[in-house]
Structures are given as C-alpha cells and as structure tokens.
C-alpha cells in the first residue's frame, strides 16, 4: 500500500494506493505531470482523502460522457413475471440520473419502426404495466448494469443514450 500526495492549483489531498494498483502504477509516475485517478472519496477530521481504485496516464479518459436515458430494447413474449422482476431488481440496484425508457418488441431482430407501441399482446403488456408503470427509475452509467441487464433473456439490447 502506498500513501501520495496530490497537489496542484486547486490544493493537496492525500491517496491511499493499494498494492495491487500500485505495483502497476509506481514505474509510470513522474513528478510535474498529469494523471488521472477515481476512486472512494473519504472525510476524516476535515481532511479529504482518495482511496484510488483506477489509474489514468491520460487524464483526458476521465472525461465522462453525458447521457440523458438508459434504453432497454425488451422482447416482448419474454416478458414473464420473472423475468420483468429480475430487470426491476437489477435497475432498483443501480439508482442514478439516467432515465430509463424500454421499448418493447415482437422479434429481436426489431428495429425503430415496429417496437410496441399498441395493446397486441395484453398478458405481456399487463405484467410490464404492473411491474415497471408508476415506477420511476434513473439508473447510473456502468458497464455492469448492461451486462446484468443482457443476461436477462427478456432484453436484447441496452444502451445509453
């Protein structure tokens, strides 16, 4: 474990380096350039301090994208109790500022034109009714939620948009 300290105009915080990032990131630090680091923000007596858990040589791949909605493209004959249930819990673990939109669909293969937008199907239609309307979710932005999501058989595809 390694104990840095940050400075520049802004002030100085102290980082705590575990040895598993820190025996990949020690050879590569220079004193006067610009790194990039995200990690758990900690307070402790009024001192920040940054327990790392990423390390960028470019800080630039810190930048993050904006998004406004998380989409979910959903077959809609898989769209069984349990599987709308396991999307929910999934979403209800991942709270963030993404809204989250699900467009539902006949066929995988579904692109913008025939994605549900009538009660055809009303059993599939009710069960998303009950377990997705009058719900709001805002997820957050990670990898993860999508790989969860996919693993569903009910979604096909998830996005952030």
Not at 33 to 54: A, C, H, I, P
Not at 107 to 132: G, L, T
Not at 136 to 147: M, P, Y
Request: hydrophobic share 40%; charged share 25%; aromatic share 12%.
């Amino acid at each position: 474990m390694a104990k840095v300290q940050l400075s520049d105009f802004n002030g100085t915080i102290n980082l705590t380096i575990f040895t598993n990032l820190w025996d990949d990131i020690y050879r590569k630090l220079e004193e006067g350039k610009v790194y990039g680091f995200r990690g758990v923000l900690n307070k402790f007596r009024d001192e920040f301090s940054l327990t790392v858990n990423l390390f960028f040589e470019n800080p630039d791949a810190l930048l993050t994208q904006t998004y406004k909605k998380f989409v979910m493209k959903v077959l809609k004959l898989a769209c069984t109790e349990k599987n709308l249930e396991e999307i929910s819990n999934v979403l209800l673990a991942n709270q963030g500022t993404n809204a989250v939109e699900m467009l539902l669909c006949e066929s995988e293969d579904a692109n913008e034109e025939n994605f549900e937008e009538n009660n055809e199907n009303e059993v599939a239609i009710k069960v998303v009714r009950h377990y997705f309307l009058g719900s709001e979710f805002n997820v957050a932005c990670r990898d993860k939620l999508i790989e969860e999501l996919l693993s569903n058989a009910a979604v096909i595809d998830a996005w952030y948009d």
